[in-house]
């Protein structure tokens, strides 16, 4: 079984109709923060085929979604190989998509998103280091050069080691 791609547009419909379910595969801190009505969440670090076990899919559609689109197709790649009864389908653009399209989602006001607290944890480490540079020993420059690596790594493979330790952290359990 191989995936097809669909828009927030068309998707839309399908969940309201009950036609289709929809799974996201971020981390739970994300979903908690902000995430589409219908979707449940299921993240890709510990995704399994045998999570479909719990839902009715017979005729249905599975939409399989994420922030942009990455780790949905990772998902959809696990899902490829297994016998199924149902059609699977990945979210064109994943939430960020969906909220382009003006479709609504969920919200909480208390919780950063993962993206966020990534993005604000760097900076910070960025400008301490900084100020360690000029006013403590220079060797803390250093420290700026490793997050620039660490970045880099993320943006050329999709992986960003930060993003996983703060999903681990205690606050997006």
């Known amino acids: 079984m191989s995936f097809t791609i669909i ?7 399908l969940l309201k109709n009950g036609q289709a379910i ?13 995430h589409i009505e219908q979707a449940t969440n299921h993240p890709l ?20 979604q994420c922030l942009k689109g990455g780790r949905a197709k990772s998902a959809c790649q696990l899902l490829e190989n297994i016998d199924t009864d149902f059609e699977l389908l ?3 653009g994943g939430i960020n998509g969906w909220k ?20 604000l944890t760097i ?7 900084c100020i360690l540079g000029f006013t403590v020993d220079s060797n803390f420059f250093y420290l700026t050069g490793l997050i620039g690596i660490g970045l880099s790594f993320a943006g050329l493979t999709g992986i960003c080691a ?3 330790v703060l999903a ?5 359990r």
Request: hydrophobic share 40%; proline share 8%.
């Open 7 to 13: 828009t927030a547009e068309n998707a839309a419909p």
């Open 22 to 34: 929809i799974i996201d595969v971020r981390e739970p801190s994300e979903f908690r923060a902000e």
């Open 45 to 64: 670090s510990s995704f399994s085929p045998k999570v479909l076990n719990s839902y009715e899919t017979k005729g249905k559609k599975v939409i399989i």
């Open 90 to 92: 990945l979210l064109e």
């Open 100 to 119: 382009e399209a003006k479709l609504p989602t969920v919200k909480s006001s208390s919780m950063l998103p993962l993206d966020q607290q990534v993005q």
């Open 123 to 129: 900076g910070i480490l960025i400008i301490l280091s």
């Open 162 to 164: 930060m993003a996983r």
């Open 168 to 172: 681990k952290a205690p606050w997006n």
